[in-house]
């Protein structure tokens, strides 16, 4: 799983570099802030890291109080709308993965604050942390991505990452890769 995750990763960021270069030129054009947008996330085994994406919102949100995003969010970039609805705001996640916090796929890294609040709520939340958190998993293909609403919610997504921790075979990574590159851009439920 190590060496596909550093293949992919290492080849994604040198195939995609001049598109990267020309997407942080385009934020940093756009709206006043860095390109990056960096913030706390729980990785394998609950371990802190810091996630790597590209600045969607005009905030730079880490902390105990977060307002997840939803479809219509005033705090949202011009350029950051097409970003977030195409998931290209994720592919800096790359960088994650060849550093070894992140694989291509596993269950998506909540913010540590979101972590602590449906952590309590939801029996068997921390058994996403038995794996490392992935660019995509088996949640994100399933539609079950985008701003949770209740608790509801969010537990089908947990459900969803445990499934994948319990049926991971490199078979299933392959599928949850090509799945992604197929349905994951301009998928209804991101924005």
Not at 1 to 22: N, Q
Not at 36 to 47: D, E, H, M, P, Y
Not at 61 to 81: H, K, M, N, S, W
Not at 95 to 109: D, I, T, W
Request: net charge positive; aromatic share 10%; hydrophobic share 40%.
């Amino acid at each position: 799983k190590r060496f596909i995750d550093l293949m992919g990763a290492g080849f994604g960021l040198l195939f995609l570099s001049p598109f990267l270069l020309l997407v942080a030129l385009a934020i940093v054009i756009d709206s006043r802030g860095p390109a990056l947008f960096r913030q706390r996330r729980s990785g394998l085994n609950g371990a802190t890291f810091t996630i790597y994406k590209f600045r969607t919102m005009s905030v730079l949100e880490d902390g105990p109080d977060l307002v997840q995003a939803d479809r219509c969010d005033v705090r949202t970039t011009r350029i950051g709308v097409f970003l977030r609805r195409t998931s290209i705001d994720e592919l800096p996640n790359l960088l994650n993965v060849v550093r070894g916090e992140m694989s291509l796929v596993g269950p998506r890294p909540h913010a540590l604050a979101h972590d602590a609040y449906f952590g309590a709520m939801i029996p068997g939340y921390s058994e996403r942390y038995r794996t490392k958190p992935g660019l995509t998993g088996l949640a994100q293909v399933s539609g079950l991505r985008g701003k949770t609403e209740n608790v509801r919610e969010m537990a089908a997504r947990v459900d969803s990452d445990i499934e994948y921790i319990r049926e991971w075979s490199f078979g299933l990574d392959i599928e949850l890769l090509f799945r992604t590159v197929l349905i994951g851009p301009m998928h209804p439920s991101a924005y």
